[in-house]
């Protein structure tokens, strides 16, 4: 049976009793055939009833007993390939799956290790992978950011030099055209510097992530009908540059799905230090939804990029009551 899932297939074999079950049946057959041999051929050849039916039940409990301990351990020793199967089927790339390793060396041990060595290696890959695409795509962003800033930009701003010109000298019939074209100039040079900005965060680089944030949430407030309500710790550990910048895109895009699909007018943005961990929160009262059958890009680029830094993605959600979305980062132990 072929299920999709996730953009590929995935298929599915006939159900199947687990290995632990199928081991436990073969060796209960051979331990009741082995106590019925043995009692047909060390039993005496004639014993009275009484005796006989007394011998018996001492010999189907002893057997009972055996097969209960034969349980126990076959269950015990292939708990681990039980559980490696497990977190392989329930595997995801953007979240760390580890399997515990039984102390006692067998073979269930070192597949258990296998799988937590096979684990790192993929999640090493994933992470090199998407820090280079992320790169590449902030390399561009910061292109275009110049290209819009110091190409269009200053024609934009020779363009209103010349309108505001040519309305001294325009006469009355021509005024309010020329007015109008100066008005669609201005209207065009600030979204080009809107646009720039959301390219490329100039705060960030030049006043820190407290103030970043304090920018967006009061852009984001001016431009739209959504009122962001900034709650942030003024002074923060030291931060890489690429863990602000996680922290800035992801508080970024979480305010945009707000703005597009929350319905409400007030989002809350917070960002503190708690138990040595930056904490980046954004809630809203608006629509939610069930993060279990929602896969936006907006969430799956946002998982990404806290993969970057080892940080953590908690989206907290239910229809008809907000969202809650958390970025958790570890600090540095200065000790």
């Known amino acids: 049976m072929t299920v999709p899932g996730g953009g590929a297939s995935r298929v599915m074999g006939p159900r199947y009793v ?32 009484p005796v006989a039916t007394k011998e018996l039940l001492i010999v189907v409990g002893s057997l009972l007993v055996m097969l209960a301990v034969n349980r126990l351990l076959l269950a015990r020793e292939l708990a681990p390939l039980e559980r490696v199967t497990a977190a392989m089927r329930r595997a995801d790339p953007l979240a760390r799956e580890r399997v515990d390793v039984p102390d006692r060396p067998s073979e269930a041990s070192e597949l258990a290790v296998a799988f937590n060595a096979m684990a790192e290696r993929l999640e090493d890959e994933r992470r090199e992978s998407t820090r280079r695409a992320l790169s590449a795509q902030e390399g561009e962003r910061s292109r275009i ?151 936006a890009n907006g969430l799956l680029g946002m998982r990404e990029r806290t993969l970057l830094v080892g940080a953590r993605l908690d989206v907290r959600s239910r229809p008809g009551h907000g969202t809650l979305v958390r970025l958790l980062l570890p600090l540095q132990s200065d000790s």
Not at 200 to 222: K, M, N, Q, Y
Not at 223 to 244: G, W
Not at 250 to 258: D, G, H
Request: charged letters at 25%; hydrophobic letters at 45%.
């Open 145 to 295: 950011a110049r290209e819009l800033h110091d190409e269009i930009g200053q024609r934009l701003t020779a363009l209103l030099l010349r309108l505001t010109s040519a309305r001294r000298l325009a006469g009355p019939e021509l005024e309010p055209i020329v007015l109008e074209a100066h008005g669609l100039a201005r209207e065009s040079l600030d979204d080009v510097r809107r646009v720039a900005r959301e390219l490329r965060p100039e705060a960030l680089d030049d006043l820190g992530l407290p103030s970043a944030l304090a920018a967006l949430a009061e852009r984001i407030s001016r431009q739209s009908e959504l009122r962001v309500e900034p709650e942030l710790q003024p002074v923060l550990p030291p931060l890489t540059a690429e863990e602000e910048l996680v922290v800035y895109r992801v508080a970024q895009e979480a305010l945009t799905n707000v703005l597009r699909h929350a319905g409400c007018d007030r989002a809350d943005l917070s960002l503190r230090v708690s138990d040595d961990a930056l904490v980046l929160d954004v809630r809203d009262e608006g629509k939610g939804f069930d993060p279990h059958t929602v896969t």
């Open 18 to 49: 687990s290995l632990s079950w199928r081991v436990f049946a073969v060796n209960a057959a051979v331990l009741v055939l082995s106590g019925a041999v043995a009692v047909a051929v060390f039993s005496p050849g004639t014993i009275s009833s």
